[in-house]
């Protein structure tokens, strides 16, 4: 079983950065695909942005904005969500997805971590 950990959440007052990470346990990320989802209270979640496996390809969905940047170190087993400038309506559980694959469209994304909050309120 592929175990993901997502952590940095917490509390932010609007127009703070936070940055998120998500690590691999008991596996090595270099052959996988991740994305970042995130569900906020009341709402679907939603799609926000997918890392090819050597880190050359990023994608984000249309709606995510602008302030949002993910990346990843492989050397260290983790991909990252870097969120700058963030607003109330960033509030929500943030989640990490793996795929087995070098690139994100085909893969299956099967393996999740467990999420982790973010709370944008002054």
């Known amino acids: 079983q592929l175990q993901l950990v997502e952590s940095g959440g917490g509390l932010v007052q609007p127009g703070g950065s936070l940055t998120l990470s998500c690590a691999a346990s008991?596996?090595?990320?270099?052959?996988?695909?991740i994305k970042w989802f995130r569900q906020a209270p009341g709402k679907e979640r939603e799609e926000l942005s997918c890392i090819s496996s050597a880190g050359g390809r990023t994608d984000y969905a249309d709606h995510v904005p602008r302030r949002f940047t993910i990346s990843r170190d492989n050397a260290k087993n983790t991909v990252y969500l870097r969120m700058d400038n963030l607003k109330p309506e960033d509030t929500a559980d943030y989640y990490c997805?793996?795929?087995?694959?070098?690139?994100?469209?085909?893969?299956?994304?099967?393996?999740w971590g467990q999420g982790t909050r973010v709370t944008v309120s002054s």
């Open positions: 997805a793996a795929g087995r694959g070098g690139y994100c469209l085909g893969t299956t994304f099967s393996s």
């Open positions: 008991g596996f090595s990320l270099e052959h996988f695909s």
